[in-house]
Nanobody
């Protein structure tokens, strides 16, 4: 079992920044990839960014150049630094860990006001 605890969401004005964190605990040594999805109201979750055990990264086109995913192996934590936020980034953000199976965090709300 893997437990994921997210933090760092909130309300920010357009153009501002937020940093999300996702701390993993449990049987984490078999985790392959971690990352973030986001979900807009009434829509399916969409992939935001991923990071592998060797720190390879991948981003959705909509966030490239604005968001940065990173990891701190000593703290078993990944981060999502979100800069130049736009109102269309408003969503619930979910951390995941692909062990497999895929484990999910509880989600954290990010709201960007115009």
């Amino acid at each position: 079992q893997v437990q994921l605890v997210e933090s760092g969401g909130g309300l920010v004005q357009a153009g501002g920044s937020l940093r999300l964190a996702c701390a993993a605990s449990g049987t984490i040594f078999l985790i392959n990839t971690m990352g973030w999805y986001r979900q807009f109201p009434g829509k399916q979750r969409e992939l935001v960014a991923t990071i592998t055990t060797t720190s390879g990264t991948n981003y959705a086109d909509s966030v490239k150049g604005r968001f940065t995913i990173s990891r701190d192996n000593g703290k078993n934590t990944i981060y999502l630094q979100m800069n130049s936020l736009k109102p269309e980034d408003t969503a619930a953000y979910y951390c995941f860990a692909d062990r497999p199976p895929v484990y999910w965090g509880q989600g954290t709300q990010v709201t960007v006001s115009s």
